[in-house]
Every structure is written in C-alpha cells, then in structure tokens.
C-alpha cells in the first residue's frame, strides 16, 4: 500500500528548512558544542568542525532526504517500497521505530525540565541562591516524581496536540512560529551577553583560535570531536530527518535544501556559545558542558546578572522551543511510522502513541529517583543515560551507516537512482563523483565514529561493562551489515510492500 496521493507536503519552503532545523536543532547545540569548540582552540574547531559536516553530516542528511522523498513514505514503509525484492532492507523499520521511542522516552522528560525551570525563573524560587541553593534545586526537581511526571505529561499531551492538527496546520505552523521565536530570542541574548563587562575573555575563548588549547588536547583529538559532533548534530539515522523527505515537493533539489537545513543548524549552535561562554566569563563560572551548565551553572550566572531573572526565563523559554521543536519532529515521525507500518488512520496513530510515549518515559522519570538503584553503565549512571547511550551511540551511527548503504549498493536502492532522486527540480546538482567516497569511505568513517565512541564510553567503567557493551556493539554492527546483505526470494515477498500490508 502506497500512501503517495494522499500525502501532505509542506506549505513552504520556509516550512521544510525550519521544521527541519527544528528537528536537528537540539539541547546538545546548547549545552555541549560552545564547551567543546572553547576546549578544542575555538575558531579552529570551528573550521575542522564545518569541514567534516560537510563530509559526514551532509551526504548522510541528503540520504535520508532522499529515501523519504523518492518513497513518499516513513522507514516503516520506504525501505520496502524502494528495495529490490528479496532484500532485508525492510527489517530496519523496527530498529528505527524502537529507535525514534528510545530517544522520546527520555527527551519527553528532558523538554519538561526547561518548562519546569521557566516557571522557576520567572517565580523567583532560586533568585538570589547560592550555588549550594541552585544545585540543590536542581537535583530536588529530579528527585520528585510527581514534578516530573507532570512535565513530562504537559510535554507529551502539547507535541501530540499539535501532531493531531495535521502537517500544515501543527506541525509546519507551530514549529514555524518557535523556530522564528527561537532565533529571535537568540539574538536579543546574544546582543546581551556581549555587552556585558568581562564578556570579551569569553568571546576569546570561544571564537579566536587558542594554539596552546590544539596543542594541549591534539590535532587527532580534535578532528575526533568535530567528526563526533558534526555526525550527532543533524540528528541522522533513524528517520527523524527521512520523514520531512517524504513530505517533501520535487520542485527542488535535495543537496541545496540540505545544506541549509545544515547551515541553519551550525548558525544556531555558534550563537547559543555567543550567548553562553561571554556570560559565564563575565562572572567567572567555568561553562561545563552537560545538564549542569543549564540547571546550576547558567542559574548561577543569571543571580548575579542585572535583571537576570528576566533573562533567565527568556533562557529557559529559548531552550523549550528548541526541546519542543525536536519532540515534535520526532513525533510526527513516530505517528507517520505507525500509520505506513500498521495500517492505522493518523487518529488512531495519535491515540495510541500518546500513551505509549507517555508509558515509555517512565522509567527514565525513576530512575532518577525510586529506580535510582539501576545502573547499567556503571557506578552513576541512570536508565536515562541507558537510553541516551542506545540511541546516540548506536541506532544513530548504524543507522546513518545503513542509509549510506542502501543509497550506494547495488542490492539495495542503488546510487544512480539515489543521485536522480537528489537531483530532480531546480537548485545545486548533487556532485555524483563523490560514488566511491560515500560506497567505500563515509561507511569507514561512520565505523570509526561509531566504535572510537564506545571505547571513550567505557574505558575508564569496570572491565566486566566494557567487554560486555563492546560484545553488543559487534552484535549491533553485525545486525546491520546482516540487514545490508541480498538473500534468497521468498514467497512471502514476491508482491513487495503491498502484499505485507
């Protein structure tokens, strides 16, 4: 059954490039990549990161495009419909689906902190704390489940709501209107944060090139943590950017809309470090990277900042629509699975996985607090980092890995209909020498990103961790490279997509 006549499609262009970015744009722009790029010699991470997005990030981002589009389907069906028959392509539809309910589990919760610390900004509960006070807030919010459960559901019950109005009038109107906000907001802070006395050490830090800092971490260091950010930034893999393919018009060519999707992304990424790292300077608070730069650092900055509280609920209400713009997308991408792999109406796509979502994220909820017992990666960890650690370090990369192959290989959608696709309507022509890099090379590449990540993961954790993650992670590589090889007809797929359904 193929769902192409009755297909929505974007209103705009303008929609396609913002719901996208809203999607790529996510809590790691904030609270990960201004650290890193200080850490890694500022403007010369900024180059060796923009260079290997666009040789990693970009052709993987133009893949899923692709298959979303020359499917006019989700990964629950466009695997199917574009493989040849008697592939096993079609089985990865359940790995993404687990994949795309993995991450909502915990970022469902994690978009409910920053509506929670709204309210806590704005009220005033913490003006004026100390950093004793700050951090005891924080980890107060983590260890009330009611807090949590509550957000989490007001998360969950808004990203559906606006799911159920439909591609035009929800997603593509209401992701429109954050997104505008979002970089309207971004700016006014970034204004701000420049102006303030002490901020030009933070500018330093952050934007002029730092040789003591590339010679103190290493040029290999480096280019591992540009490669590492640049792959994890567009969120690529499991068909959270392949649903906005296949909403997609032909009137454009797909390199061009990819790479501003990509560029809006990067712009976003370097303005939050604008707004962050001369703040935290100006006050003399070393800016962390993780969950505590957002909850206790930054607070911190913000009691000591001249109308801070006002400014700290304008952060908080900055980083809701970048955590709600994410949920969205991906819920969207969940319901689109849901309808092409079951068959449902999108009212009962809706119905269904609003619960599901909602079951799904209470673990991650207790696990900070009455399953706080369970750590699976050792000593400190939680079922939230479980999560985190499935989804970014695997179903990411080895799906990123599996769209590269099903669009270069000659058993699966093959490249030459990968470039026509890419290239039909106006716009850049997709560079079709670039055959043997994205066959033989980008899988290389995904490779190293994919196991270097586990041996940082786990090489300082307890030996029985380590062999036992790095065991799953051969299991992991071996389920895809099994997924990306031909086997005999059966009869079962004789009739394609449409006898399954």
């Not at 996208?20 to 996510?26: L, P, R, T």
């Not at 480096?222 to 969120?235: K, N, P, V, Y």
């Not at 586990?454 to 030996?463: A, C, N, P, S, V």
């Not at 065991?471 to 990306?484: D, E, K, R």
Request: hydrophobic share 50%; charged share 15%.
């Amino acid at each position: 059954m193929n769902n192409n006549k009755q297909r929505e499609k974007f209103g705009s262009r303008l929609g396609f490039i913002l719901v996208s970015a809203g999607c790529a744009v996510g809590l790691g722009n904030v609270w990960k990549f201004p650290y890193i790029c200080g850490i890694n010699g500022g403007a010369f991470f900024i180059l060796i990161y923009l260079i290997c997005l666009c040789a990693l990030g970009l052709p993987i981002l133009i893949c899923e495009f692709a298959v979303g589009r020359g499917s006019g389907l989700s990964i629950g069906g466009a695997f199917r419909t574009l493989a040849p028959k008697g592939s096993r392509w079609y089985k990865f539809r359940y790995f993404g689906y687990i994949g795309n309910y993995l991450l909502m589990a915990f970022y469902s919760m994690v978009a409910g902190w920053m509506l929670h610390y709204i309210y806590v900004l704005s009220s005033g509960k913490i003006n004026g704390a100390d950093t004793i006070k700050v951090k005891a807030a924080f980890e107060g919010m983590l260890g009330d489940v009611k807090i949590l459960v509550f957000w989490t559901l007001v998360v969950v019950l808004f990203c559906i709501g606006v799911c159920a109005l439909g591609l035009n009038n929800g997603v593509e109107k209401i992701t429109k209107v954050m997104m505008m906000a979002l970089i309207a907001l971004m700016i006014i802070m970034a204004v701000h944060a420049v102006t303030l006395e002490g901020s030009e050490k933070g500018l330093s830090f952050y934007l002029i090139p730092n040789w003591e800092s590339v010679m103190e971490r290493g040029l290999g260091n480096i280019i591992f943590d540009a490669m590492t950010h640049a792959f994890f930034t567009l969120s690529v893999g499991m068909g959270s950017m392949e649903i906005f393919g296949s909403y997609l018009k032909k009137d454009r060519k797909l390199t061009g809309e990819a790479l501003n999707v990509m560029t809006l992304d990067t712009m976003i990424a370097l303005v939050a470090g604008i707004i962050i790292i001369p703040s935290c300077f100006a006050f003399g608070v070393s800016p962390d990277a993780g969950p505590s730069l957002l909850f206790i650092t930054l607070p911190n900055v913000f009691n000591h900042m001249t109308g801070g509280r006002i400014w700290g609920s304008l952060f908080f209400v900055f980083m809701s629509f970048a955590a709600l713009s994410t949920v969205i997308a991906v819920y969207e991408n969940i319901i689109s699975i849901s309808m092409d792999l079951f068959g449902w109406e999108r009212k009962k796509a809706l119905c269904v996985n609003m619960f599901g979502i909602a079951f799904c994220s209470i673990p991650a909820v207790l696990g900070y607090n009455m399953w706080s017992g369970v750590q699976l990666l050792g000593t400190g960890s939680t079922i939230m980092d479980v999560e985190d650690f499935l989804v970014s370090y695997n179903i990411l990369p080895l799906g990123a890995l599996l769209f590269v192959l099903f669009c270069t290989k000659k058993n699966g959608w093959g490249f030459s209909n990968f470039a026509d696709e890419v290239d039909q309507g106006t716009g850049r022509a997709f560079p079709r020498g670039l055959r043997v890099y994205m066959k033989y090379v980008l899988p290389v590449i995904i490779l190293i990103v994919y196991f270097k990540g586990y041996y940082d993961m786990f090489k300082e954790r307890e030996l029985p961790v380590f062999i036992t993650w790095m065991v799953i992670a051969v299991l992991f590589v071996g389920f895809i490279f099994y997924l990306s090889t031909s086997k005999k007809k059966k009869e079962e797929n004789k009739n394609g997509y449409s006898k399954e359904k």
